[in-house]
């Protein structure tokens, strides 16, 4: 029977690592559509934010009470984890409590922490699941977020809820089996908090009691293993990406736009055309567009950031854009840009290539209203907890916009024109631009 056991949770076990490897390697495929980026600066500065924004969260303590309660599940997530090794070689190797022997009464000093932790996360899921439900917090109901990504959020916090009540469950009835003996439970001493719940299942037989906790054990490894295939599908896939995330945030100060070296050297032309090369004969490369119409042009950090979005909506509601009445939501820039990226994926693993399908991210999923609206203060950028920058796609829709479409507002194109022909944003020429000084002598 243990033998079958084994083999089943084998097949489990290999069969979700699989499942996940899959989905991990598309979505680095995915990410990589995008364009080439470099990035400067000193290693050991962006290891700092590493351990500064991804692994202590320090953007996140800007507002206290939700900060405290994402930590909890955060190191509750990362820590209790560190138990499912013992339940991955249990399962394995058809044992019960494998550490138990070894550690001695070290080993429920440790169960006894991850049932805090446990009961911690458990906890601040279900104040989460309150706040997004009952009190109904602004920038957690915002139109952006109606159909799945609702489902999504409330799904995640439920799984937690559940995840944690089973892990004190199958503590709880495994210690009720020690106090009677029962064969092959290790004798190990009390559990913090399972101790407790431990009573209420008191009277109860011990093949009840064993049906209970297997039951409990099953259903907990099989929701882990669920879970992390979950995972690459919801937006809680930043618990992984918010360390390359932070790792590549960019160090320059947040107020320096970059400029494409194509759009400077067209400015440099205009103003020096003797400096402008000769066109290249047969040469079939098209020329680089301006901006981003579609996924493929933006880069690939850009890419990173849509799928390490977080939802929180901390972004928009800072935005002063959003604040003032306008369209422009920066958590849906980056949602818009992963649902995209995700189509696009789709349509490679259809047809082997990407294949024209008659859609773009700019207008089919962006309008044009949005990306205007936005003033460029950078406000997003500075709140976001895992170091996302819808500022950078925003900017390169909004060149594809202005620069290949000549899609933009009268009073732009006045200026763009004046700037085009007089190398200044007044309708004056250049010859005339010094008349002003006459007037002071």
Known sequence: MHILQQIFFLLILGAASFLFYKKIRAIRRNIFLGRPKTFEGDPAERWRNVVLLALGQKKMFKRITPAVLHFFVYAGFVIINIEM?????????GTHRLFAPFLGALYPVLISCFEILAATVLIACAIFLVRRNVLKLKRLVQGELNGWPKTDANLILATEIILMSLLLILNATDLQLQNLGAEHY?????YLVSGLIAPLFKGMSVGSLIAVERVAWWLHIIGVLAFLNYLPY?????IVLAFPNAYYAPLKPQGEMQNMPAVQN????????ELAPPPAEGDPTAPQRFGAKDVMD???KSLMDAYSCTECGRCTAVCPANITGKKLSPRKIMMDTRDRLEEVGKNIDLNGSFTDDGKSLVHDYITSEELRACTTCNACVEACPVSISPLDIIVEARRYLVMEESNSPQEWNMMFGNIENNMAPWKFSPDERDKWVEELV
């Open 85 to 93: 090794l013992e339940i991955i070689l249990d399962g394995i190797l």
């Open 234 to 238: 919801s937006k809680h896939l930043h």
């Open 298 to 300: 933006l880069s690939w």
């Open 186 to 190: 290790t004798q190990t001493g009390s």
């Open 266 to 273: 067209e400015v440099l032309y205009m103003m020096q055309p």
